[in-house]
């Protein structure tokens, strides 16, 4: 009989708790409503299958500042939805992302300290980031044009790609520049999206982290292409995987740079994330 984890029902109850207050406060519209729920209820699902399937009941405790990490990507989301119809209360849209960006670095060095680095908590970590900054995206589009979309969407490219090209699914060897790539994506778009900068310097700010984006994912695509003939072409074994957005357990293997996927030995899941 299926087990329903704890964890994963609790973050969902704390997103419906938090999308209230918002309600509340700054207002929301049916479709931020909407968003920020289907939001919650799809990281609720994923976050059960991956814990079934790794046969454990709990999330660890860098899994848990995770799971308050995307609770609060599920608010930036609903907000940015409801900004459609009406101006976005960015003095509580660029607190919260604030808060969401600072406890990307909380949740790998908990991982670290108490030894509970894994392969799900790292796809996890991965998922909840590259929803942020495809949001922070969609946000700072009447800022500086739809172009910016591309900074968001270039990752889930890669993930299709993948799917697609058997070649593009290795496993990259570590790359530092690529975590300084990571870090600096949500940083750049949080300043774009707060709009306090004269438009030229936010349209710059975009570029700069548009164009270190494309540097990251051109340089593993081309080390990946120039390797592709090294690896064993996969079997009709491989498991196909179904999409999902976001999710932690259904994107299929591409390189990675978060800071908890370097303490995993578990190579199955890896996936690339410069942002």
């Given at each position: 009989m299926s087990r329903v984890r704890t964890g994963p029902v609790l973050g969902l109850t704390a997103q419906t708790v938090l999308l209230a207050g918002l309600a509340a406060t700054v207002g929301l519209d049916v479709a931020g409503w909407l968003a920020g729920l289907g939001y919650g209820v799809v990281t609720c699902v994923a976050l059960q299958r991956g814990l079934r399937r790794r046969g454990v009941d709990r999330l660890g405790p860098a899994d848990r500042v995770t799971l308050a990490r995307g609770v609060l990507v599920g608010g930036v989301t609903a907000l940015v939805v409801t900004g459609f119809s009406g101006p976005t209360p960015l003095s509580v849209l660029v607190p919260m992302t604030a808060v969401a960006l600072a406890l990307d670095a909380v949740d790998g060095w908990v991982a670290r300290r108490t030894g509970t680095a894994s392969a799900l908590g790292a796809r996890f970590d991965m998922e909840v980031d590259a929803f942020l900054i495809l949001v922070l995206s969609v946000q700072v589009v009447p800022v500086v044009g739809p172009w910016v979309l591309?900074?968001?969407?270039?990752?889930?490219?890669?993930?299709?790609?993948?799917?697609?090209?058997?070649?593009?699914?290795?496993?990259?060897?570590?790359?530092?520049?690529?975590?300084?790539?990571?870090?600096?994506?949500?940083?750049?778009?949080?300043?774009?999206?707060?709009?306090?900068?004269?438009?030229?310097?936010?349209?710059?700010?975009a570029a700069v982290s548009l164009a270190l984006l494309v540097e990251s994912f051109g340089h593993d695509v081309g080390w990946l292409w120039w390797h592709r003939s090294t690896r064993p072409t996969p079997t009709s074994a491989t498991p196909v995987p179904v999409a999902l957005v976001p999710s932690v357990v259904a994107l299929p293997s591409v390189p990675s740079v978060r800071p908890r996927v370097d303490a995993v030995t578990d190579r199955s899941f890896v996936a690339h994330q410069p942002v």
């Open positions: 591309a900074i968001g969407g270039l990752r889930y490219a890669f993930v299709v790609a993948g799917w697609l090209l058997p070649w593009m699914r290795g496993t990259l060897p570590p790359r530092f520049w690529r975590k300084v790539v990571a870090a600096t994506q949500g940083v750049l778009l949080l300043v774009v999206a707060a709009d306090v900068l004269a438009r030229p310097v936010t349209a710059v700010l």
